[in-house]
């Protein structure tokens, strides 16, 4: 039966996408202690690129028929690879900190790594609806899972890109979960993603330097933990009401990205421990609702790209402020909804436009 979208499912997007604009606006005021002109060409991306064309887009998705998304899942999984592969190519791709994440078009750049979200989601549940009968055996379940999650893991860690990596592995895994993949598989996984993990932070030294910061964050407090303490003091001073909308000096020339991974600190510093909480609050509804969502819809395939795109968005919201409070390693990933970047924006609503699409179709 075609129904409407699910209106409190929109209307947690609506308030966590209104709410993320003015919070990126008063940290985007950081900027103005560096270069007015970064300001502006900041601002209008996240005006133009996220909130109106994003805002478009969520709206022109959730009208098509969620049969398209599987029709189209396998080209778009093989043509998010090759994007995001892309920005190894000179004059294309940019390289910064020795890490080839993002794409410069002139005009706009973006990481083509949030492309590969969705793409990855799409064909992951495509194939899992369609064998789900045999998701239970070796050969059937869990070899097709770990083959499509190693291709993306082979594209992203060679950039390095690995905070991405690990939320799009943890959405595969919650969607594998729910498609019916055994317990034992599904251990035998978490056990191979652990010692994945120790094998980076053997081999890569900013792994396992975020992984020493973690452990004692008082280590060299102006180098690898300077992130981490500045977050500290930016949190701490907000106390309960924090300092009022506008009011963080964090975000002036101490805290490193203000308006990227940092802006929880900053929204913090501003409104305090209530307002933390409030948002927490406005990103659990999110997922409730998303959830409530996919355990209405009775297909197959949207059931798992709901629950694939909710966790996408919900872990990397978690990974965010989690590393910012010291409660996990910090992560450079950025804050749905929240953080600069118009595209990364424009993508959020996109997948919230897929779910919505899917919310349509009820039981």
């Known amino acids: 039966m075609r129904t409407k979208v699910d209106q409190p499912f929109l209307f947690s997007v609506a308030i966590l996408t209104i709410a993320g604009f003015f919070i990126f606006s008063s940290a ?3 900027l103005l202690a560096q270069k007015t002109s970064v300001y502006s060409s900041v601002t209008f991306k996240q005006i133009f690129f996220g909130l109106f064309l994003g805002t478009l887009a969520m709206l022109a998705v959730s009208r098509i028929s969620f049969k398209v998304f599987r029709q189209v899942s396998l080209i778009f999984f093989i043509v998010s690879i090759l994007l995001t592969l892309a920005v190894f190519i000179p004059g294309l791709g940019i390289e910064h900190g020795g890490a080839h994440r993002w794409i410069d078009l002139g005009f706009i750049s973006f990481q083509p790594a949030e492309i590969l979200k969705i793409g990855y989601v799409l064909y992951l549940a495509a194939y899992l609806a369609h ?5 239970t055996t070796v050969s059937g379940g869990l070899i097709p899972f770990l083959a499509i999650t190693a291709v993306v893991a082979g594209v992203l860690l060679i950039q390095p890109d690995t905070d991405n990596f690990l939320v799009i592995a943890t959405a595969g895994l919650a969607m594998f979960l729910v498609a019916g993949g055994k317990i034992k598989h599904i251990l035998m996984i978490v056990l191979a993603g652990v010692l994945m993990i120790g094998f980076l ?10 992984i020493i910061t973690f452990l004692d964050p008082s280590r060299d407090a102006l180098g690898s933990s300077y992130q981490i303490q500045q977050s500290f003091i930016a949190i701490g001073s907000g106390q309960m009401f924090g300092r009022g909308f506008g009011q963080s000096i964090q975000k002036f020339n101490f ?5 990227g991974d940092s802006i929880f600190a900053v929204f913090s510093e501003e409104f305090g421990f209530f307002g933390a909480i409030i948002l927490i609050g406005l990103f659990i509804f999110f997922a409730v609702r998303g959830l409530k969502i996919a355990s209405n819809t009775t297909d197959p395939f949207g059931r798992l790209v709901v629950v694939g795109l909710v966790i996408l968005i919900i872990s990397q919201a978690f990974v965010n402020i989690a590393g910012m409070l010291g409660v996990i390693p910090l992560s450079g990933i950025s804050l749905p909804f929240v953080s600069h970047g118009g595209t990364a924006l424009l993508v959020a609503l996109v997948e919230a436009g897929i779910i919505l699409s899917i919310s349509r179709k009820r039981t």
């Open 131 to 135: 064998a789900r009968k045999q998701i």
């Open 28 to 30: 985007s005021l950081g």
């Open 201 to 210: 932070a053997l081999t890569r030294p900013y792994v396992r330097d975020r």
């Open 255 to 259: 805290l490193p990205e203000p308006i």
